[in-house]
Structure formats: C-alpha cells, structure tokens
C-alpha cells in the first residue's frame, strides 16, 4: 500500500476515465448524430451550420420517465415514444445513449471519490505505521525498544545478514567435513584429542538431517520385557520454541559435553577412590556461559561424572534413550515418567545421528522426603565418529508458556549426558555427566546432603543402573543357565518372571515418590508419624491388583550400617522372621530364584512359608532385589499358587494381582557432615581434603501397600491409616533392633570363628494379627 499510496495519483485515475467517456460519447455523436446535431457539430467550411434545436421540457420529461423504466429501448418502443413527442426515431436512439453515457459517467465519478478518500485513509494509516515502526516503544516501561538512531528496517536487514552469512559457514563446515570425515578404531579409554570440539562439523542450523521426517525408528535391542511404562503424551509440533535457537542451544551444549567427557579435564575433582568425579565450579564458571540464564536464588549445584564398562553397544543406548518409553523402563528407579514433546530431528539415514527432540521428564530418589525433578529439555545425539556416541540433555526455557504445568519447575538440567565409545569386544567405555541446578529448599534436612554430592542423582548411578539392565538382559537371552536357577520354569517363564518383577518395581516406585500425575492421593485423616506420607486410591478395573480401596504408607530414616550389611540382612529370607509380619507364623523358604545377573542376591525369588502345597489358595511371596553402586532394592509382594503356576509356564503376568512393599536402600552422607559433628549412633563422619565423604550409613525407605477394603466405593476410615501407618514404624523398630542385636553379637564375640544368635522375640508393636487383618 505504501507504494501505491506514492507512485498512484487517484485525480489522474479520475480524469482518465472522464477523459475516456467523453471521447467515446462524442465520438458516438458525431457517428449517429441526427441532422441538425451533424450541422451544429461540422466545421464552417464556407457552408453555413444549421440552427441547433432543444427538446422541450415536455419531450425530456417523457424520456426521462421512460429511461427510468427502460434504459434500452426496443424498434418498436422507440417508434412509439417518436410518434408521441414528434421526434425521429435516431433522435430517440441518439437520446438514449447519450443518457446512458451521463449517467455511467456519473456513477464513475462517484466511485472515484469513494477510492480517493480510502487511499486516503490507507496513506495516513501507513505513515502512522511506518512511524511507529521507526520509533518503537516499550508497552511495560515507555522508553525506546530499540536504541540507537537505527531504523527498524536496517535493523531487520543487519540480523538478516547475519544469519545467512552464519548459515553459509555451516554449509561449507558441512561440506568439509563430508569430503574428509576423521574416523576412529581406538579401544582404549577416549583420549581428549579424539573428540572433536568443532561440533558444528556435519550438523545443519535448519536441517540437522531430516528435521521434518518424524518418523519412528526400529530398534535393534530392546531393554523392556513387556509394554511400556507409560503411555506418552500427545506430540505437539507447534511448540512455542524458536525451532532455530533449539538447534543453537544443542549445539552449544554438545561442544560443552565433549570438553567436560575428555580424560585430561581439569574441570572435575576426583573423589577417595576414584569412580566418582565433582565439578569444579569456578573453573566451570569461568570457562562456559549458561544456556539458560543465572542460577535462581536458592537453587543448589549437583555434577558428577563416572565412567564405566558397559555390555551395550552405543547405536544401542541411543536408540534406547530417544524413546520415552523404553528410557523410563531402563531407568525405573531415577526416571518416574517421560514424553516427547517435538521431534525436530530423527537423524541422518537409518541412524539416530544429528537426532534432536525436546521431552518432558520427572526423576526421583527413592524416598517420601525428595520431591521429583521436573525438567523440559533438548535431547540431542550425535555419532562424533565410527563407533562413538555422544547423547546430551539441556533444559529449556519454559517461563514464556505459562499455561503450561512444565513452565514452572523445580530444577534446570545443565549440559548433561553421556560419551559411549564402542571397544573391540561386546563391551562398550562409557562416560556420564549429570549437572543439575535444583530448590533444595523442598528436600527434607535428611537427604540435602546427600543429594547435594550426588548420591540420589549421580552420574555413578546412571552408569550401575545401565550395567545391571545390560547384564540381565545378557542373561535373559543366554542358553547357559544355571541348573539351581531352572529347576521348574521354562525360558518363556523366565521372561514372564521378570516382567513380572519389573511391574512391581515399577508400582513399587510410584507409591514412595513424590511425583505429580500418579494415581495415589494424599490422606489427610488419622494421626501418623512427622516423615510418614501415607495415600490412597481406589482400583475397580486393573487386574494387575487387588479391587478395592487400597493404602500405601512410606518414610526414611538414616541407619549407621552399610549398603552391603543392611541389604544382606533385608534380603536373607531366614532372617524376614524378625521383621515381616507376614512371616509370624516360621521362617521362610526359598522355592525357585530365576538370577539377574552375576551379582549376589541379584535375583527375583519365589518364597513360602513353610513346605510346597497342593492348596491352590495358598500364599507365595515374590521377591526381587537387587544391590550395586547405585545402591539397593529388596521388594515383595503376595502371590497365590495358581497365578505363579501360570507365570512360570510362560503365562501373561499382567493378571497377577500385586500389592508391592519392601525396602529401597540409598549410599548416603550423614546431615551432620557440615559440621563435622558425630552422627547418632557415634560414628563421625570426616570429610577428606578431596571434597569426598567417609560415611557408612544408609537410607533406608520403606514402603508398604495394603488392601483395606474390597469394595471400591468403600469409605476410608482413620483406624486403617493408623494401621498402615504402625505398620511402617514397627517394622522399622523390627529392623533396627535386629541390626543391632547383630551388631551387639558380632561385638562380643569378637574373636571366636563361630557365635550363637539369640534372636528376640518379635514384638507385636500394635501391629493386627494375620486373623484380625
């Protein structure tokens, strides 16, 4: 419009067509003019012109009351009007055009004072925009959005220019490194010349490989052994995100990851022996800018880095990791749920390479007393060469959607992820980073520390979780089974059992987190302990477990023993009669144990009570436990014969009805390290010139489910939460008594190769009967 309001001037376009009109009327005129006009209009060559005759009012009116009605008038219509008026008939005809020519003239008129005055209105509305464009200004503040004496369109041009010319370097680093792409077969440990810092090299700004084929991939190992943990949520492609700065931020956060994963990085301090590595953050600091802004107030740091052999190869893991679903089953107890929000990228060719998406994630610890960690944010792999992988995770802003439940989270994931490096065997070097910035000021006082060094989401458990689902997956595919571990199930039994099992990790995990989205509600009736988190939900159609109203009470406390002794004990099924209540009546016995991997007690186990019965109706207790850095786990759950029957033949287990409890031990540093104070069991707690921790407790999590009534649409009453919720204390007075009278035993006696155990009686401690509950 600015150019038409500038280079059109609408008097022209007026005079014009009145211009044109007028010389297309006269010209019809002089055509068919009657006589006396022919006379009137001819040239005086000599000849004198005939006089010029009017109409008379009379004759005009009656034409003009005629060409109201009958603008074009037939043969006979114009003999009539000219036997009526005394005029010819090509007077008539002549009349009649010529009318018709006034009044078009007139409507053309009209129309061009109409256009005049809308280009008008269209120029001023111009000139306002174009002011408002040169001189913008802040609606919050007033002053100039953008300063300087340059206008908005050179502005504009500049960040134009900018991009392309940025655009066109990647273009020719892309094209550089098609013709001479570096190659690597080292199978020792990655050294820091073997990866590249140019990660700019074979990734596109807008394309990274096929950013609109979003499709899904096979893949060639599965880690689930059944459906997915949880159902993803509706992909939505129109994120409100500069796709363009998402591929930047990947970008910047790959370069990041590459320099924290070489060996000779003077960024990490090492720990006492060595597996665990902390981030030095002013070196940090000083090296790297934020991709997502300044630490909020009261946010605390978390980085750690572990390196470790994996039984995986890396085209594997990504594979694994870029699927929501299968990510959440590999790592059911740091992962509580997952979703892909958008895929800008699902990598070159048939391989997760340049592959770039933006997910919704919750992590937890294990515990009533953390909060899970909400997180939106870039998950970007990259193979750097022939055999190395490169994964790494960044959060995003969020703040700008704030109808959103992810605008508004409790912790941000800096530049975090993984460098798998593929070995000349079937295993494959592995470095973690995991950098975190989270509000402490949720955690309880008991796991601050602890959380604070890395132990609830360390780089170290990531890499100990991995190697166990490797390692069990590795046995599950193997022929050579123990024959101790196959007595009575067939291979389709083995992989029922452990899907089995991987169910009651899985609801295991969601009755003791704090996460949003889940099934349980918090009861607020009935009088319970201070750290006790006590829910309830109702279950009428998942046959997966029992129907009705169900209970779970959990909390955590710090116990002075060790991972190794307190997961011992917690798992020996002969030693379940000094805390189970479900063991009153003898101790029990193991029936079948089907090995996860060559860890001890690395198991899932199927227990009894007593000697093998033909009673269909009898009770069965399914354990899994399982130990290792990461720290351990010992669950179980009530089963009958007949379904178990059908498990171990190969049956689907999603029927079995299970109500999971046990035990979730966590390695941890005493609250009191700050201080350097002793703990409260005596035991003092010294912190090493390294920043590393000397502690030997543990937390413990208990975690009970229960049945209160059959009847979904029962009423929950306050006497069955101040049972679930004794049930929770006196089983853990039950263990600390037992560890201590163990303690006391082996302290007295001391030297000799054999002791008796003089195990107390178990007190009921307001506990119901199995006959009363």
Not at 166 to 182: G, I, Q, Y
Not at 270 to 292: H, M, V
Not at 472 to 481: N, R, T
């Given at each position: ?9 609408p008097?022209?376009?007026g005079?014009t ?5 007028d010389s297309?009327s ?8 009657s ?21 008379t009012p ?11 009605d ?8 114009r003999?009539?009007l000219?036997?009526?008026?005394g005029?010819?008939?090509k007077?008539?005809?002549f009349w ?16 061009n ?15 306002y925009?174009?002011?408002a ?13 953008v ?11 500049q ?6 010319r940025?655009?066109?370097?990647r273009?020719?680093?892309l ?21 590249n ?7 596109r700004?807008?394309?990274l490989?096929?950013l609109?084929?979003?499709?899904g ?8 052994f ?6 993803p949520?509706?992909m939505a ?5 500069d796709?363009?700065a998402?591929?930047?931020?990947a970008?910047?956060?790959?370069g990041?990851?590459?320099k924290?994963?070489q060996v ?6 090492k720990g ?10 002013e070196?940090y600091s ?10 909020p107030?009261?946010?605390?740091t978390?980085a750690t880095?572990a390196t ?6 890396g ?25 892909t929000?958008d ?12 592959a770039?998406?933006v997910?919704d ?13 909400r ?17 790494v ?10 109808a ?7 912790c941000?994931?800096?530049?975090s992820g993984?460098v ?13 980073i995991?950098?975190s ?12 520390s ?7 989401f360390?780089a170290?458990r990531?890499i100990?979780t ?7 997956l590795?046995v599950l595919m193997?022929?050579?089974i123990?024959s101790e571990d ?8 083995r992989k029922s ?15 003791v ?8 509600e918090k ?6 302990d201070?750290d006790?988190?006590?829910m309830?939900?109702?279950n009428a159609?998942d046959?997966g477990?029992?129907?009705?109203v ?9 116990l ?12 020996d ?6 805390w189970?209540?479900l ?13 996860k ?9 199927l ?8 009673n269909?109706n009898a ?6 436990s399982?130990?290792?850095a ?6 179980y759950?009530p089963?009958?014969v007949?379904?178990?029957?059908t498990?171990?033949?190969?049956g689907?287990s ?15 540093i ?10 409260s069991s005596?035991h ?5 010139m390294d920043?590393?921790?000397n502690s030997?407790g ?5 975690g ?16 069955s939460?101040?049972?679930v919720?004794?049930?929770?204390v006196?089983?853990?007075?039950k263990?600390?008594?037992?560890l201590?009278?163990?303690q006391?035993e082996w302290e007295w ?17 307001g ?7």
């Amino acid at each position: 419009m600015d150019q038409l309001g500038e280079n059109l001037d609408p008097n022209l376009v007026g005079r014009t067509r009145e211009d044109e009109n007028d010389s297309r009327s006269g010209s019809d005129n002089m055509e068919n003019a009657s006589g006396d006009d022919q006379d009137a209009a001819a040239p005086s060559n000599g000849s004198r012109p005939k006089k010029y005759h009017r109409h008379t009012p009379h004759q005009i009116q009656e034409l003009e009351s005629f060409f109201k009605d009958c603008p074009h008038p037939d043969e006979k219509q114009r003999l009539e009007l000219s036997r009526r008026l005394g005029l010819e008939i090509k007077q008539i005809k002549f009349w009649f055009q010529n009318r018709r020519t006034q009044m078009k003239t007139q409507l053309e008129r009209h129309e061009n004072v109409i256009l005049r005055q809308e280009c008008d209105k269209l120029r001023a509305e111009n000139d306002y925009l174009k002011h408002a464009m040169a001189n913008p200004v802040c609606s919050n503040c007033g002053g100039p959005a953008v300063p300087g004496e340059i206008s908005y369109d050179q502005h504009q041009l500049q960040m134009e220019n900018a991009r392309l010319r940025e655009e066109l370097d990647r273009v020719f680093a892309l094209t550089s490194n098609f013709w001479d792409c570096p190659s690597s077969s080292s199978a020792g440990p990655i050294p820091s010349q073997g990866l590249n810092n140019n990660v700019e090299l074979g990734v596109r700004r807008n394309g990274l490989g096929g950013l609109n084929n979003a499709g899904g991939s096979s893949s060639p190992m599965e880690f689930n052994f059944g459906d997915g943990a949880m159902l993803p949520r509706p992909m939505a492609n129109d994120m409100p995100y500069d796709r363009s700065a998402v591929v930047d931020i990947a970008l910047g956060a790959l370069g990041e990851l590459i320099k924290l994963a070489q060996v000779d990085s003077p960024f990490w301090i090492k720990g006492s022996d060595g597996s665990l590595e902390t981030l030095n953050l002013e070196q940090y600091s000083r090296a790297f800018p934020s991709f997502i802004g300044m630490k909020p107030t009261g946010y605390q740091t978390e980085a750690t880095r572990a390196t470790g052999l994996v039984s995986l190869r890396g085209s594997a893991l990504v594979e694994a990791v870029m699927d929501a679903n299968r990510w959440v089953e590999m790592f059911p107890c740091l992962v509580y749920k997952a979703a892909t929000i958008d895929v800008l990228s699902t990598g070159t060719g048939v391989t997760r390479d340049n592959a770039l998406q933006v997910m919704d994630a919750e992590f937890h610890v294990l515990s009533p007393l953390a909060p899970a960690r909400r997180q939106r944010f870039i998950r970007f792999c990259k193979q750097h060469s022939e055999g190395v992988w490169i994964m790494v995770d960044v959060s995003i802003d969020t703040t700008r959607d704030a109808a959103d439940k992810y605008a508004f989270l409790n912790c941000r994931r800096l530049p975090s992820g993984f460098v798998i490096q593929d070995l000349d065997n079937k295993y494959s070097k592995i470095t973690w980073i995991e950098h975190s910035e989270y509000d402490e000021s949720a955690v309880h006082h008991l796991l601050r520390s602890s959380l604070n060094a890395g132990v609830g989401f360390g780089a170290h458990r990531w890499i100990a979780t991995l190697q166990r689902q490797s390692e069990c997956l590795a046995v599950l595919m193997s022929a050579d089974i123990p024959s101790e571990d196959n007595i009575g199930i067939t291979s389709a039994g083995r992989k029922s059992m452990l899907k089995l099992a991987q169910r009651l990790t899985r609801m295991f995990c969601e009755g003791v987190c704090v996460s949003s989205g889940t099934k349980w509600e918090k009861v607020t009736i009935g009088v319970v302990d201070e750290d006790m988190r006590v829910m309830s939900r109702t279950n009428a159609n998942d046959p997966g477990e029992p129907f009705g109203v169900l209970l779970c009470a959990a909390t955590s406390i710090w116990l002075p023993e060790t991972q190794k002794r307190l997961y011992d004990f917690l798992r020996d099924e002969r030693q379940r009669i000094q805390w189970d209540i479900l063991s009153n009546t003898g101790p029990m016995n193991e029936m079948l144990k089907v090995s996860k991997g060559p860890g001890v007690g690395n198991a899932v186990s199927l227990l009894c009570g007593g000697p093998m019965t033909s009673n269909e109706n009898a009770m069965l207790i399914l354990q899994e436990s399982w130990s290792d850095a990461s720290g351990a786990l010992v669950l179980y759950a009530p089963v009958d014969v007949s379904s178990m029957r059908t498990v171990m033949n190969g049956g689907d287990s999603a029927y079995v009805a299970l109500l999971p409890s046990g035990f979730a031990i966590l390695p941890c540093i005493s609250p009191t390290y700050r201080t350097g104070q002793g703990n409260s069991s005596g035991h003092v707690v010294n912190s090493n010139m390294d920043g590393s921790i000397n502690s030997n407790g543990c937390i413990l999590t208990v975690g009970f489910q229960i049945l209160v009534n059959s009847l979904p649409t029962a009423k929950l009453s306050s006497d069955s939460v101040e049972t679930v919720n004794n049930v929770v204390v006196c089983t853990m007075k039950k263990v600390k008594a037992a560890l201590m009278e163990i303690q006391i035993e082996w302290e007295w006696n001391g030297a000799r190769e054999e002791g008796l155990l003089v195990k107390s009686e178990p007190t009921s401690c307001g506990v119901p009967s199995e006959a009363d509950r």
